[in-house]
């Protein structure tokens, strides 16, 4: 589904969301400067949002204010994406690293939760393993860790470099948004609140904030690695219908879920985007897992 087809009114609780208090600030981290999105007040527990692969902290904007009243939301645009800066190299560790700094910057302390989705689970459990004792626990949405005798089918790293297109005008520009993988979506609105923020203007017109050379310039440690020795607190949960988190992927994470205690279930109906799909079923999940995971808050 594109962001270029017909776009209903949001219902109340979208209008509402988009309406809520949000803070912007931003800190120097590694050369790169790291911009962020925070709800609720300094003070309350910390629950951190990451995005995945070629999107923003906006993707958040419709799900972050309902916990705000429990907690200190931050939402970070990683480094080559969304409104932080660009380097000449990328990797799950350095992003890890990239989410602590925008912690401390933010005042977040060890009785944070760390949410990821997609590639942003991948740099949560990074950090949940190269920053153990910094948080109190970690989410994985959807995210894929493939077992260490079947590589993933997802590398985007081997993908062709394709630079990115410059459109004439923003319409044009937002008209092009899509989803990868592409799945159904009933939220329109969402998608177009999202393309908006994907996009900005350059030389030649319009066209996508994050670094093109992105890919080309990522380093993907082999995650099997980091899940076999992580020792902060996992959860796990995934779209029933998604097309990343395969059979392969289940049965070995809900072997070693099994193994660890780690909370791990779908969201039926649910696709590999599903904050887009299905962003009620995961505010519902989210808010009754954090209620007494990995301790009561």
Not at 50 to 69: C, K, L, T, V, Y
Not at 175 to 180: D, E, P, Q, S, V
């Amino acid at each position: 589904m594109s962001a270029g087809e017909p776009n209903p009114a949001p219902p109340a609780w979208v209008s509402e969301a988009l309406q809520a208090q949000v803070s912007e600030a931003e800190v120097l981290h590694d050369g790169a400067l790291l911009r962020y999105r925070s709800w609720g007040t300094p003070g309350l527990p910390g629950l951190v949002l990451i995005h995945g692969a070629m999107a923003h902290a906006n993707w958040w904007d419709f799900i972050a204010p309902r916990f705000a009243e429990r907690f200190h939301v931050v939402a970070p645009h990683l480094s080559g994406m969304g409104d932080s800066g660009h380097r000449e190299a990328y990797s799950t560790a350095l992003f890890s690293d990239d989410v602590v700094a925008v912690m401390d910057h933010a005042g977040l302390g060890a009785d944070t939760v760390v949410v990821g989705h997609s590639l942003g689970g991948a740099v949560a459990l990074t950090l949940g393993v190269r920053h153990a004792g910094r948080v109190r626990g970690i989410v994985m949405l959807d995210s894929a860790v493939f077992p260490p005798d079947e590589p993933s089918p997802f590398d985007p790293t081997k993908a062709p470099y394709r630079p990115k297109t410059v459109c004439a005008d923003y319409e044009t520009a937002v008209g092009r948004f899509f989803l990868l993988p592409q799945q159904p979506c009933q939220h329109p609105y969402l998608l177009q609140h999202i393309a908006h923020h994907s996009v900005a203007p350059m030389q030649g017109g319009w066209s996508w904030k994050f670094d093109d050379a992105l890919f080309k310039k990522l380093h993907l440690h082999e995650p099997w690695r980091e899940l076999e020795a992580l020792e902060t607190p996992l959860a796990v949960i995934h779209g029933d219908h998604s097309a990343v988190f395969t059979p392969a992927v289940k049965d070995y994470i809900g072997r070693l879920a099994r193994q660890r205690g780690w909370p791990m279930f779908a969201i039926p109906g649910a696709h590999h985007h599903l904050m887009l799909d299905s962003p009620r079923a995961l505010c519902g999940a989210l808010h009754g897992l954090l209620a007494g995971w990995p301790a009561a808050v």
